[in-house]
């Protein structure tokens, strides 16, 4: 017998803060990588500008955002990064939570549903906030670690756009799991998230942004709230 799935995004979704912030503030509350976040937010920022401005691409400016964040933790061991991500969970993401999102998300657990978040956040800060939400399929962006120590580098594919949808698939064959994508659910607040959205047969945008709320409506897709 097939189950259901219901699939949850976490920055803007779950949570309305993102990963990002988390880590900048931690690192400004220690005084460290100061400069690295100086220099990653020139950079960055400066692309974001591009590609609202149409000079480059804003799906291309999204994963280099996700891939390079992943520099942040370089040089870094296993316990520290993990005590960044607990730090970050317990301090910024609980906090940020959309209690009514969250309450969906406990509805679809006390249904017997298969509960997973599917998210761009690096996997170890995923598996933090699994457990603190009771939540056990986690799907993330996996960190290169070497002898114990980051390389600030993500491991490719990155989980963003049609890669989440990708390694969810990849997650369900390779766990053996039978799931019924039709009668499934997914949550997510981007376009960015449509591949995602459309791998369901019960899609709902999230606090979507104007591109994807436009879709929905187009789509017939419920919208939350």
Request: aromatic share 12%.
């Amino acid at each position: 017998m097939s189950s259901t799935m219901a699939i949850f995004d976490l920055d803007g979704t779950l949570s309305s803060n993102h990963i990002w912030e988390g880590f900048f503030r931690y690192y400004f509350n220690h005084k460290r990588k100061r400069a690295w976040i100086l220099a990653f937010c020139v950079t960055h920022f400066g692309l974001w500008v591009l590609a609202k401005c149409k000079l480059f691409s804003i799906k291309r400016c999204m994963v280099k955002w996700v891939e390079d964040l992943s520099g942040i933790f370089k040089g870094a061991s296993s316990a520290e990064v993990l005590g960044v991500f607990q730090w970050v969970t317990d301090n910024y993401i609980l906090n940020s939570l959309r209690s009514d999102i969250v309450d969906v998300l406990r509805w679809h657990k006390e249904s017997g549903h298969i509960v997973a978040i599917v998210s761009g956040a690096n996997s170890g800060l995923l598996e933090i906030v699994g457990q603190r939400l009771g939540v056990s399929t986690l799907i993330g962006t996996e960190l290169e670690v070497i002898n114990g120590e980051y390389t600030g580098e993500a491991v490719k594919p990155v989980c963003f756009g049609e890669n989440k949808a990708e390694l969810l698939e990849r997650f369900i064959r390779q766990n053996g799991l039978k799931v019924d994508l039709s009668s499934s659910f997914a949550y997510a607040d981007s376009i960015f998230d449509v591949p995602l959205l459309k791998m369901v047969g019960n899609p709902v945008a999230t606090y979507p942004d104007e591109d994807l709320r436009q879709l929905a409506e187009h789509n017939g897709w419920r919208i939350l709230p």
